[in-house]
């Protein structure tokens, strides 16, 4: 038997009903580009977090790449990240032209605090600490290492909604975090998305333009951006999905206990096995 990782089909199943008259709302309205159903999902988020600012992305790899950017990080300069993660993470600074740093992985799969200190330059700029899984770095001792150093720290939190470390929920531990809505994470929509939190009022205001072509109202242009802009459409099923969020973190908490009871007793058929082999 086949068991897909995540069930896109039987999940359209399910939400049908919902899904498409949430679709049939925007349509109705005629203007699918930054409308209130995008404002309304970051000021959700916003909510759900604890962060002051989001903007929504076309995706989490846009998310990096952006904070990356609005931080100032550039050609030549350092910039200290996990060795496991998806290629987003390290392709995001080698597109703004800086070099990525491995620190290697502790037990828990995300990058180890203590050999952090060992791998800063004179050009080091920024750590990205990506939060594996959804489980969260050990923020504390990295934000003690960027304070000491004068770092900027980029939470790749792309993998990280709904998870929280002493409270705080991800993303809300640094300058900016990057999320991503892409189909197989917790909070998905319709296709590719993403979003940034932060704090800090600059770097929202940066990226604002920057996601929009750097228009500031319809004509005037006044940095040169991308289009990178999460879709209405996308917005609208995100802030539905919002809602449901915890259920689905549940039913996969759900699941991970249920494949450690399995392999659990497979674990068991196997030395009952081997111990048979071996008389
Ligand atoms: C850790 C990590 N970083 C970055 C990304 C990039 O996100 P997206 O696929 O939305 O561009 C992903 C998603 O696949 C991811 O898992």
């Given at each position: 038997?086949?068991?897909?990782?995540?069930?896109?089909?039987?999940?359209?199943?399910?939400?049908?009903?919902?899904?498409?008259?949430h679709?049939k709302?925007?349509?109705?309205?005629?203007?699918?580009?930054?409308?209130?159903?995008?404002?309304?999902?970051?000021?959700?988020i916003?909510?759900?977090?604890?962060s002051?600012?989001?903007?929504?992305?076309?995706?989490?790899?846009?998310?990096?790449?952006?904070?990356?950017?609005?931080?100032?990080?550039?050609?030549?300069?350092?910039?200290?990240?996990?060795?496991?993660?998806?290629?987003?993470?390290?392709?995001?600074i080698?597109?703004?032209?800086?070099?990525?740093?491995?620190?290697?992985?502790?037990?828990?799969?995300?990058?180890?605090?203590?050999?952090?200190?060992?791998?800063?330059?004179?050009?080091?700029?920024?750590?990205?600490?990506?939060?594996?899984?959804?489980?969260i770095?050990?923020?504390?001792?990295?934000?003690?290492?960027?304070?000491?150093?004068?770092?900027?720290?980029?939470?790749?939190?792309?993998?990280?909604?709904?998870?929280?470390?002493?409270?705080?929920?991800?993303?809300?531990?640094?300058?900016?975090?990057?999320?991503?809505?892409?189909?197989?994470?917790?909070?998905?929509?319709?296709?590719?998305?993403?979003?940034?939190?932060?704090?800090?009022?600059f770097?929202?205001?940066?990226?604002?333009?920057?996601?929009?072509?750097?228009l500031?109202?319809?004509?005037?242009?006044?940095?040169?951006?991308?289009?990178?802009?999460?879709?209405?459409?996308?917005?609208?099923?995100?802030?539905?999905?919002?809602?449901?969020?915890?259920?689905?973190i549940?039913?996969?908490?759900?699941?991970?206990?249920?494949?450690?009871?399995?392999?659990?007793?497979?674990?068991?058929?196997?030395?009952?096995?081997?111990?048979?082999?071996q008389?």
């Amino acid at each position: 038997m086949k068991v897909e990782i995540i069930d896109l089909k039987k999940r359209f199943k399910i939400e049908k009903v919902q899904i498409l008259k949430h679709i049939k709302k925007v349509l109705n309205k005629g203007n699918l580009i930054l409308t209130s159903e995008v404002s309304d999902f970051e000021n959700s988020i916003c909510k759900y977090t604890g962060s002051k600012y989001c903007l929504g992305l076309n995706s989490g790899t846009d998310a990096l790449m952006m904070s990356l950017w609005s931080l100032g990080i550039k050609k030549g300069d350092e910039v200290i990240t996990s060795p496991v993660s998806f290629i987003a993470s390290v392709s995001s600074i080698i597109h703004i032209g800086a070099k990525p740093v491995f620190v290697d992985i502790g037990y828990d799969l995300n990058m180890n605090a203590d050999l952090i200190e060992k791998a800063i330059t004179k050009k080091t700029k920024a750590i990205m600490p990506v939060h594996w899984t959804g489980r969260i770095c050990d923020m504390d001792k990295i934000c003690k290492i960027a304070k000491k150093y004068n770092l900027k720290i980029i939470e790749d939190s792309a993998q990280g909604m709904g998870s929280y470390f002493k409270k705080k929920h991800a993303g809300t531990f640094s300058d900016i975090a990057a999320f991503s809505a892409h189909p197989l994470k917790n909070l998905n929509g319709l296709g590719d998305g993403g979003f940034v939190l932060t704090n800090k009022k600059f770097l929202y205001d940066k990226i604002k333009l920057f996601r929009n072509h750097g228009l500031k109202g319809r004509d005037n242009v006044e940095t040169i951006g991308v289009n990178s802009r999460l879709d209405s459409l996308n917005a609208e099923v995100l802030s539905f999905r919002l809602k449901k969020l915890k259920s689905v973190i549940n039913q996969r908490q759900k699941n991970i206990n249920l494949y450690r009871k399995l392999i659990k007793k497979l674990k068991l058929l196997m030395k009952l096995i081997i111990k048979k082999m071996q008389m």
